[in-house]
């Protein structure tokens, strides 16, 4: 196809994976990018279609998007004519699934008709990774290691922000200090090891109140 020759040469090189479609969803070109992401060669992937198998668009909890013509992106974005921009998985040539931001885009002819689609996709499973790593060490910063209530830290931040928006609003609010009575005596006559399994115990109860907020 001319409109495939076209952008092939503007897309080899590229550092995201890329492949065409032609109007039945058929796989018509696969750049050296998808196949390194994928490990599909273009050999195997021309001429297939995303639901045969191989390729397959899947959300986290792994429902294949691809078996239905209406969950499908590259169906939607053929059938609608709207480009289609999210992150789902995809299959990996050797079972696992890789987390990919892609996007489709339509292709038309001279007289605005709908020909294929080109799919731009990258692997996104690092920069997650690497997101939920510093959203792991946030919350560890924040939270007490022994029983994962706000520690003093994050405590002091909270009262600073809620007190601000509750003055701006003329909400009425109160505070509440709670100390364990007598809990030096515990850890003297029992050591601290019972001292910090009743400090979890407190902080469990704590947690598990509804309607109580635990800053």
């Not at 195997?44 to 992106?73: A, Q, R």
């Amino acid at each position: 196809m001319e409109w495939c020759e076209h952008y092939k040469t503007l897309t080899e090189n590229l550092n995201h994976g890329v492949y065409f479609l032609d109007k039945d969803k058929k796989i018509i070109y696969w750049n050296q990018t998808a196949e390194r992401i994928t490990g599909y060669k273009a050999e195997e992937m021309i001429g297939k279609s995303c639901s045969d198998g191989f390729l397959m668009h899947i959300k986290e909890e792994g429902k294949n998007l691809c078996n239905n013509c209406n969950l499908c992106p590259v169906a939607i974005v053929i059938d609608s004519g709207e480009v289609y921009d999210g992150e789902l998985y995809i299959k990996h040539k050797d079972g696992y699934r890789i987390l990919v931001h892609t996007k489709v885009f339509p292709v038309r002819n001279d007289g605005k008709e709908i020909i294929g689609a080109i799919e731009i996709f990258y692997d996104d499973s690092e920069r997650n990774e690497l997101k939920l790593r510093i959203q792991e060490l946030e919350k560890m910063a924040l939270l007490d290691s022994l029983t994962k209530i706000a520690n003093r830290r994050f405590i002091e931040m909270q009262l600073s922000s809620r007190i601000n928006e509750f003055k701006r609003f003329g909400w009425q609010f109160g505070i509440m200090f709670i100390d364990i009575d007598h809990f030096k005596l515990v850890n003297d006559r029992y050591g601290h090891e019972i001292g910090d399994r009743v400090l979890k115990m407190v902080s469990n109860t704590l947690l598990k109140t509804q309607g109580l907020l635990i800053l």
